[in-house]
């Protein structure tokens, strides 16, 4: 069994990256993710790694956009509002089918919002990264392992599929510390391995004009066909969406949160339990590709209700909720924002209001 | 079980590093679930530093509470902030030395202890959060002592010559702890 460590969460995503096989950073400083390039900095030169603190995060996206295209596996972080100075450079990555992996520890918003966490980018996450209508595949961890695994095995999904991945967490699972088991180090032989798979694509070694890929833009119907080829590809996801059912064989109550919010649901979840109530939790790990399904499945004759748990005020998720559901049963919401976090005890107290009125 | 505490002071007491050595000690040395969470804020020089520590057999939800079995105060403001987020019949710890003011609810356990001034009597001023650290391992039995003194000798390792005055002085605290206890 691997050992257990101790460790925040944005040192523990910046060591799995490393694991992975990651050897270029470029980030730009934005709290609460500073860990992430700060540990880079250190960790990178020993395995002869490169780690660029960019003038800009638009600076910066684009160094990882370059460093992606030639076939090595590369990262950047940034939060909330950093995050939406990359849409430019996400977009183009997408546009050039680059495997892009990258990380938003997320802060209280809009605008500069604030520096304590907050899942208020849910929307911009899932539907629209940037401009063009493109889509990813972003993971969603409710815990430090979770961010290290997802970290870890976005860079496989990222290369299967030459696209983006953004791994979505927040300021309390960045800041905080828990226990972790680290996966092995990838080793020379099997990051050559997945290099040689983008050999044909990667820009390193091509002599101008080449038609790899790797580059935005094209003339005449090139770029419909790219959308039509990036569409048939988004459609073969529906095998990678991932969800949490938790205690929902009989549940009558469900929570749907992700991240934090799952993580916090799961505990009050188990309370209720103990007193008797039949509570359960749907958590999408994936929360682009978004778990349709599991929701509109249902049993509606003996769900009494949904509780959506985000820390983000108006809720985000509850647009997927809503579309899955179709009004089916009702849907309540217990939600902070702007940087307030939720407790326990502020879930069980908003689920009791509703559990009262339904049950 | 689950049993969540909040270390506040001044920065510069060793909040941070308490709840650290406390959180880290026991991910190393048992299977518990453990979180630690600082808060900084935009705090100021001298102004108030926190964190929680969330040790619990079941898997944790939030790594915060505003409802705490157990608070440390190492100064009056964290005193007058955080009390109020106390359960009834939750332990406060208060490094007496400073704290003074009195302490107006009588549904929670009070456990005292001078440890600004012990360390100072001990000449490793900077100690005053391993002592109470002992002070509250000793009151509340939340780990076993070996946990927190493996914790020391790892935290310690590059300067050995840390570890036993370190060791001693969280022994001191666990005196003190066990006898209020």
Same mark, same amino acid.
């Given at each position: 069994?691997?050992?257990?460590?101790?460790?925040?969460?944005?040192?523990?995503?910046?060591?799995?990256?490393?694991?992975?096989?990651?050897?270029?950073?470029?980030?730009?400083?934005?709290?609460?993710?500073?860990?992430?390039?700060?540990?880079?900095?250190?960790?990178?030169?020993?395995?002869?790694?490169?780690?660029?603190?960019?003038?800009?995060?638009?600076?910066?996206?684009?160094?990882?956009?370059?460093?992606?295209?030639?076939?090595?596996?590369?990262?950047?972080?940034?939060?909330?509002?950093?995050?939406?100075?990359?849409?430019?450079?996400?977009?183009?990555?997408?546009?050039?089918?680059?495997?892009?992996?990258?990380?938003?520890?997320?802060?209280?918003?809009?605008?500069?919002?604030?520096?304590?966490?907050?899942?208020?980018?849910?929307?911009?996450?899932?539907?629209?990264?940037?401009?063009?209508?493109?889509?990813?595949?972003?993971?969603?961890?409710?815990?430090?392992?979770?961010?290290?695994?997802?970290?870890?095995?976005?860079?496989?999904?990222?290369?299967?599929?030459?696209?983006?991945?953004?791994?979505?967490?927040?300021?309390?699972?960045?800041?905080?510390?828990?226990?972790?088991?680290?996966? $092995?180090?990838? !080793?020379?032989?099997? %990051?050559?391995?997945? @290099?040689? #798979?983008?050999?044909?694509?990667?820009?390193?070694?091509? *002599?101008?004009?080449?038609?790899?890929?790797?580059?935005?833009?094209?003339?005449?119907?090139?770029?419909?066909?790219?959308?039509?080829?990036?569409?048939?590809?988004?459609?073969?996801?529906?095998?990678?969406?991932?969800?949490?059912?938790?205690?929902?064989?009989?549940?009558?109550?469900?929570?749907?949160?992700?991240?934090?919010?799952?993580?916090?649901?799961?505990?009050?979840?188990?309370?209720?339990?103990?007193?008797?109530?039949?509570?359960?939790?749907?958590?999408?790990?994936?929360?682009?590709?978004? $778990?349709?399904? !599991?929701?509109?499945? %249902?049993?509606?004759? @003996?769900? #009494?209700?949904?509780?959506?748990?985000?820390?983000?005020? *108006?809720?985000?998720?509850?647009?997927?909720?809503?579309?899955?559901?179709?009004?089916?049963?009702?849907?309540?919401?217990?939600?902070?924002?702007?940087?307030?976090?939720?407790?326990?005890?502020?879930?069980?107290?908003?689920?009791?209001?509703?559990?009262?009125?339904?049950? | 079980?689950?049993?969540?505490?909040?270390?506040?002071?001044?920065?510069?007491?060793?909040?941070?590093?308490?709840?650290?050595?406390?959180?880290?000690?026991?991910?190393?040395?048992?299977?518990?679930?453990?979180?630690?969470?600082?808060?900084?804020?935009?705090?100021?020089?001298?102004?108030?530093?926190?964190?929680?520590?969330?040790?619990?057999?079941?898997?944790?939800?939030?790594?915060?509470?505003?409802?705490?079995?157990?608070?440390?105060?190492?100064?009056?403001?964290?005193?007058?902030?955080?009390?109020?987020?106390?359960?009834?019949?939750?332990?406060?710890?208060?490094?007496?030395?400073?704290?003074?003011?009195?302490?107006?609810?009588?549904?929670?356990?009070?456990?005292?202890?001078?440890?600004?001034?012990?360390?100072?009597?001990?000449?490793?001023?900077?100690?005053?959060?391993?002592?109470?650290?002992?002070?509250?391992?000793?009151?509340?039995?939340?780990?076993?002592?070996?946990?927190?003194?493996?914790?020391?000798?790892?935290?310690?390792?590059?300067?050995?010559?840390?570890?036993?005055?370190?060791?001693?002085?969280?022994?001191?605290?666990?005196?003190?702890?066990?006898?209020?206890?």
């Amino acid at each position: 069994m691997a050992e257990r460590v101790f460790m925040k969460g944005t040192e523990a995503i910046a060591e799995a990256a490393v694991r992975a096989g990651c050897r270029f950073f470029a980030g730009y400083p934005i709290t609460p993710q500073n860990e992430i390039p700060e540990y880079m900095a250190r960790r990178l030169p020993e395995v002869g790694g490169t780690f660029v603190q960019g003038e800009s995060e638009v600076a910066s996206v684009n160094m990882l956009y370059g460093a992606a295209s030639t076939g090595i596996r590369a990262m950047s972080s940034s939060s909330s509002c950093g995050i939406s100075l990359y849409s430019e450079g996400v977009s183009y990555c997408a546009s050039a089918r680059i495997p892009m992996v990258y990380v938003n520890v997320q802060r209280g918003g809009p605008g500069i919002g604030a520096i304590q966490p907050a899942q208020q980018d849910y929307l911009q996450a899932t539907k629209a990264s940037g401009n063009g209508g493109f889509r990813m595949i972003v993971l969603a961890p409710d815990s430090v392992q979770e961010c290290v695994d997802m970290v870890y095995e976005a860079y496989d999904l990222a290369e299967r599929d030459q696209n983006p991945v953004l791994v979505l967490t927040d300021g309390v699972m960045g800041t905080m510390m828990e226990p972790v088991e680290l996966p $092995p180090m990838k !080793t020379d032989e099997e %990051l050559a391995a997945c @290099r040689a #798979k983008f050999a044909d694509r990667a820009i390193v070694g091509h *002599p101008l004009g080449h038609q790899a890929a790797c580059r935005p833009g094209s003339v005449g119907d090139g770029q419909e066909q790219e959308n039509i080829k990036a569409a048939a590809m988004y459609k073969t996801w529906d095998k990678d969406i991932r969800v949490e059912e938790f205690m929902m064989d009989d549940a009558e109550i469900v929570f749907a949160a992700y991240g934090i919010s799952a993580r916090i649901s799961r505990a009050v979840v188990r309370e209720l339990r103990a007193q008797g109530i039949k509570a359960g939790m749907i958590r999408p790990i994936t929360i682009s590709p978004f $778990p349709y399904d !599991t929701f509109k499945n %249902l049993d509606f004759d @003996r769900i #009494k209700g949904i509780i959506d748990v985000e820390m983000s005020i *108006p809720a985000q998720m509850r647009w997927d909720l809503d579309y899955a559901i179709q009004g089916k049963c009702p849907i309540h919401e217990v939600l902070r924002s702007g940087g307030q976090l939720l407790t326990n005890d502020q879930v069980m107290k908003g689920a009791m209001e509703f559990i009262k009125e339904v049950l | 079980m689950e049993r969540n505490l909040m270390i506040a002071g001044f920065g510069g007491q060793g909040v941070m590093t308490m709840g650290k050595l406390l959180a880290e000690a026991t991910s190393q040395a048992t299977d518990l679930n453990v979180t630690f969470f600082p808060s900084y804020g935009a705090a100021m020089r001298g102004g108030t530093a926190n964190c929680y520590v969330v040790i619990s057999d079941d898997p944790i939800g939030a790594p915060v509470s505003y409802s705490l079995e157990d608070l440390v105060v190492m100064n009056g403001p964290s005193l007058h902030k955080f009390l109020p987020n106390l359960k009834p019949g939750g332990t406060l710890f208060v490094n007496s030395t400073i704290v003074t003011d009195p302490i107006d609810r009588d549904d929670i356990k009070v456990i005292k202890a001078p440890v600004t001034q012990m360390a100072i009597d001990i000449k490793n001023e900077r100690a005053l959060n391993v002592i109470m650290l002992g002070v509250y391992v000793g009151a509340t039995d939340a780990v076993p002592e070996e946990v927190i003194v493996k914790g020391i000798e790892h935290k310690f390792a590059h300067k050995p010559k840390l570890i036993e005055p370190n060791v001693e002085a969280f022994k001191m605290g666990l005196e003190i702890g066990r006898q209020q206890k």
